[in-house]
């Protein structure tokens, strides 16, 4: 399975991006989706996350209220908008793939990865 996030940028504080991840080379069912961040000089933690159908989500709660994770199977591609963001959201942003656990927080049951994106938020 191969993943590549874009959509990262520079944006003000309060304001909003959408990041995408496109999703390839899978021959099963969809996998579980989830989006992760690591800031300069900390661990990757997980942001949020979708099921293969899209039916179950799952946020942060940092990220709850601000973010909405969405998938639209028939473009492979998953998104993460990001609303009211605040400095404290400057990182490199992944997407990776579920390794067959589904959607947990633990980066390392995640078995695909995808080159990050950067997002800055300047105050």
């Known amino acids: 399975v191969q993943l590549q996030a874009s959509g990262g940028g520079l944006v003000q504080v309060g304001g909003s991006l959408r990041l995408s991840c496109v999703v390839s080379?899978?021959?099963?069912?969809?996998?579980?989706i989830g989006w992760f961040r690591q800031a300069p000089g900390k661990g990757r933690e997980a942001v949020s996350c979708?099921?293969?159908?899209?039916?179950?989500?799952y946020y942060r709660n940092y990220a709850k209220g601000r973010f909405t994770i969405s998938r639209d199977n028939a473009k492979n591609t998953v998104y993460l908008q990001m609303n009211s963001l605040k400095s404290d959201d400057t990182a490199v942003y992944y997407c990776?793939?579920?390794?067959?656990?589904?959607?947990?927080?633990?980066?390392?049951?995640?078995?695909?990865w995808g080159p990050g994106t950067q997002v800055t938020v300047s105050s």
């Open positions: 990776a793939a579920d390794g067959g656990l589904g959607c947990t927080n633990d980066p390392a049951d995640f078995s695909s």
């Open positions: 979708i099921s293969g159908g899209g039916h179950n989500t």
């Open positions: 080379g899978s021959t099963s069912d969809p996998h579980s």
